[in-house]
């Protein structure tokens, strides 16, 4: 099609109807635009239709036809047009590239794994993709490929696929090493996606509860608040810690967090009263070898293993973990024999982390629902029925600078605002405590350790004798971290627990008080 709508006056163009405005879009995109928006829109539209579509128009039709693109809503095919840079065309769909990159977050439909081959297929260059091809020649058509051609193709004959990068990896390692920080990336960023349910039958006696504690204004706040980053380092003695919630607006009905209202009656609380408590996992990261040192973490250790020991747990800590043997430690526990006598389970990891993973300390990011899946029921029958708890500081998000004192457990925190969806196994039993919401920061002092942590511990001591539920002390903790600021008084946090318990968690009085 030749241009149109450059010969229109401006009364013309703004009484011009919707259809006419996408042929005026059609008219601006070529050939290989219309291969990129095929490509993009390949888990929307079947693969038929998508051979059926020589020109952009076709494409809109199936948009249209597929309840994707509407008078009303021009979204998705804004994201698709930012998406191959053809930025210019987005004034006909009301749009700016800034107000496009602003909604991504909470808006997109183009996936992860999508938009990862998309934007290796733009920066493969003609020798990559000479390297690439004949490395791939036993197993590609011996037909002229583009990047994306031949991605598509590895696509769908399954030798590449959103959980099964193998191929590409070793691909882009020995051809375009450049490229794998791209890959890198999109490893974090499905690192924070939801976590498919281990069974239907695991999900029948979960609690329906109604999400109250941020409204959907209050979550766009708080996550307008993030930018891409992209620093490396920590500023020496004084950085701030932002770690992992529970996305607030994509949990499901199944998954509660704090302020969350139970149907579970009053009166029904977890048994407490088998051979043994059960044991508690301190995972204590204070060096790495590429990353800072996290001094005061050896303090929220010590008040974790004593606080913990008092309740009646059997304490393990381990230090500086790597992910191998993180590995061992969590096999070890999915299979102790212990946990048949127990009535409960804790797992504590204090460390360096991103949004939806923390890290070894040799350097490994290792998704936190990796860490929770060893502990479904499925995966180890020994805590069906038992509560899991688990407690994490780490940080997850954007580097801030607070006052002298306080660091920060940030590391490359380059991911966009995006919502962080849930860590936690979709099935009964579980307690993810984490030290923040989206787009807040969590301090640790470099000698009396974190806000969170140290919170957790005095919360523990006063209100266990006062047979307070674990829900109901970290609500406390809650209030307590939130009115805490750092000596500029400019610094605040508010963590964010979530749940799937059935039951209230309450631990018995030991008879011993326990000293500071």
Avoid at 165 to 184: F, S
Avoid at 272 to 282: E, I, L, S, W
Avoid at 289 to 315: Q, Y
Wanted: glycine share 6%.
């Amino acid at each position: 099609m030749t241009a149109q709508g450059q010969s229109l006056s401006s009364d013309d163009y703004y009484q011009m109807g919707f259809r006419g405005k996408l042929l005026i879009i059609d008219s601006n995109l070529g050939d290989q635009d219309v291969e990129r928006l095929k490509f993009l829109c390949r888990d929307h539209i079947s693969s038929r239709s998508l051979e059926r579509s020589n020109l952009a128009v076709d494409i809109f039709d199936q948009l249209m036809t597929e309840e994707l693109l509407s008078e009303e809503d021009t979204f998705f095919l804004a994201e698709l047009l930012y998406t191959i840079k053809q930025n210019s065309l987005l004034r006909h769909l009301n749009y700016t590239k800034e107000q496009v990159a602003s909604l991504l977050p909470t808006r997109r439909k183009v996936s992860l794994f999508r938009n990862l081959l998309y934007e290796l297929s733009e920066d493969i260059s003609s020798d990559n993709l000479k390297g690439m091809t004949f490395l791939l020649r036993e197993s590609i058509p011996r037909v002229q490929m583009t990047s994306l051609s031949l991605l598509s193709y590895l696509e769908k004959q399954d030798q590449i696929g959103e959980d099964n990068l193998t191929l590409l990896e070793d691909v882009c390692k020995k051809i375009a090493p450049n490229l794998m920080r791209k890959i890198e990336k999109y490893k974090r960023e499905k690192a924070s996606q939801v976590v498919t349910p281990p069974s239907a039958k695991e999900t029948e006696s979960l609690p329906q509860g109604k999400e109250e504690l941020f409204s959907p204004s209050d979550i766009k706040h708080l996550l307008g608040s993030l930018q891409e980053g992209s620093q490396q380092d920590e500023h020496a003695g004084s950085n701030g810690e932002t770690a992992t919630p529970v996305s607030v607006e994509l949990l499901g009905a199944s998954v509660e967090t704090l302020t969350s209202k139970s149907s579970t009656k009053e009166t029904a609380v977890y048994r407490m009263d088998r051979n043994h408590r059960g044991f508690c996992v301190v995972v204590n990261n204070h060096r790495f070898t590429s990353l800072s040192e996290r001094p005061g973490t050896h303090k929220d250790a010590e008040c974790l293993k004593r606080v913990f020991e008092w309740l009646g747990f059997s304490v393990h800590v381990y230090v500086d973990v790597t992910k191998g043997r993180l590995m061992q430690v969590l096999r070890e526990y999915q299979s102790h024999p212990g946990h048949a006598d127990g009535d409960c389970f804790v797992f504590c990891v204090l460390t360096h982390g991103e949004f939806g993973a923390i890290y070894s300390s040799d350097g490994d990011l290792i998704p936190i629902r990796e860490i929770l899946s060893h502990f479904t029921a499925q995966q180890c029958p020994g805590l069906a029925h038992k509560p899991k708890l688990f407690f994490i500081q780490a940080c997850q998000g954007e580097e801030v600078q607070p006052s002298v004192s306080i660091e920060a457990d940030a590391v490359n925190p380059e991911l966009k605002a995006s919502l962080l969806k849930d860590s936690i196994p979709v099935e009964a039993d579980f307690l993810l405590g984490l030290a923040t919401v989206p787009g807040y920061v969590s301090f640790r002092h470099v000698k009396e350790g974190s806000w969170y942590i140290q919170s957790l511990y005095n919360h523990l001591k006063d209100l266990v004798p006062r047979h307070e539920d674990i829900l109901s002390i970290l609500t406390a903790v809650n209030n307590d971290v939130s009115r805490q600021v750092d000596k500029r008084g400019s610094k605040k946090q508010m963590p964010q627990p979530a749940f799937t318990l059935r039951k209230k968690v309450v631990f018995p009085v030991p008879q011993e008080e326990l000293l500071l």
